[in-house]
């Protein structure tokens, strides 16, 4: 299957991101003498491999590397790991990753198909998720390059890719993909099932969060953010790409995002002991858990795709009221998901802005003053989480919540919520839903 007819190119400008000799891999690695002499022997090896033109050995090689790696990263605390596994992780997938785009980029190789360009991104992302850069940050640079080569297969030959993968995957969405292809993120008749869905939610007129047009930075920063009073400010985000020329569709996520791997949290919520967390493809996720009949509800929730995935970082800005904050770091997350995602009661350290592209959530907010009826969890993990289900309280076992005040609000596509640090906040999607938030200090 052609899927791009710069392949060629491809190749070239893989090799041009990476370092002129298997050496210069090696010494990209600090502490290198820590690695056990075995270990170092394999992964010269396989560097060479790769400068010698042999990419097959080279994969060959880079198996048995990563599941040592593998297990390193997987032992203890993630915050203990020691940073040189992370290092090493990195450089290995950067040699597989490119073998494998470039194999797939070879007239002469059997491997030629878009399943070895989706193997090499995936392999790629592996490398972002769990490994620590060097290089430059190398693998953001080649991922976007391999990603575009995809952009350019043709509608039709997607289709049939994304069919064959679903036969191996789940036979039941195969229907689906074809449909969604075109899909956008809401056709008319789902906003209009949206719409049922907030009349059915009574929003409290008295206790209604307030809805401000695009306040000044002073205006903002003397009557909401001083005060920690939350607020919706509208009008702020109009013109952002992903809001105006390229609005976030279906397809315009699977266009630039489509063959990314990114972690899915899996189950109803976090709070649950059956919730977990899978690596798996934008494309499945969105065939599985947005367009086909799971019956777990899956949320790409506070994910730092925009790091990931650059080119939809251009689709948005810092909003200007961060600036406020004492530090130039702000937290950008995604959160994706169907209809029917739940973040549990809980709340965070930082200023938060919460902007919703798509789709309308429910939200409740409940001030800090209000800690001692809202019943924390007493698990370090889970201490800033309340024990009671806010949307089904149990009366007896946690008497005081119903006497808690909360402002709530139905948060629409082109809304920006203000959450200040420590206010406790319970989000519900409507329907399909991207939201990006954005904690500042
Ligand atoms: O939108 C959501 O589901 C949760 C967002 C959230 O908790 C946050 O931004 O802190």
Known sequence: MIIFKDMDELKIRILKHLPDTANGIAVSIELIDDLPSSYLYLQKSCCENFYAGDYSECIDKSKPLLDYLWEKLNTGNWKDVDITWREAYYLVSTMKGSSQAI??????????????????????DMGLLMGA?????????????????????DVSDRKIELANKCIDNDKSVQNDVGQSLNKKLRTDSEIDQEIEEEIKIQIDKNKEIKRINCPSLEY???????????????????????????????????????FRTVPIEIGSKYTEDNWTQKLMTINDF?????????????????????????????????????????????????????????????HDPKHNFLVQVVGSKYIRIYSPTENSKLYPHDTFLLENTSQVDAENPDEVKFPLFNDALYSEAILRPGEMLYIPPKYWHFIKSLYISFSVSFWWE
Not at 133 to 153: A, F, G, R, S
């Open 220 to 258: 903002f920063s003397a009557t909401f953010k001083d005060e920690g009073t939350p607020v919706i400010i509208t009008n702020a985000i109009n013109h952002w790409p992903a809001m105006s020329t390229r609005q976030w569709s279906l397809d315009y996520i699977r266009l630039k995002a489509g």
């Open 103 to 124: 194999l797939a980029t070879d007239s002469r190789a059997v491997e030629r198909n878009t399943h070895s360009i989706a193997d090499a991104i995936k392999t790629f």
């Open 286 to 346: 969105i065939d599985r858990f947005i367009l086909g009949s799971q019956n777990q509800t899956g949320y790409l929730a506070q994910h730092q795709l925009f790091d990931q995935v650059p080119e939809l970082r251009n689709d948005i800005s810092i909003p200007d009221y961060c600036c406020l904050g004492n530090s130039e770091d702000v937290d950008i997350n995604a959160w994706f998901g169907p209809k029917g995602t739940v973040s549990p009661l809980h």
């Open 133 to 153: 850069p060097i290089m430059n940050n190398v693998l953001t640079k080649l991922v976007q390059d391999v990603h575009t080569c995809l952009e350019k297969i």
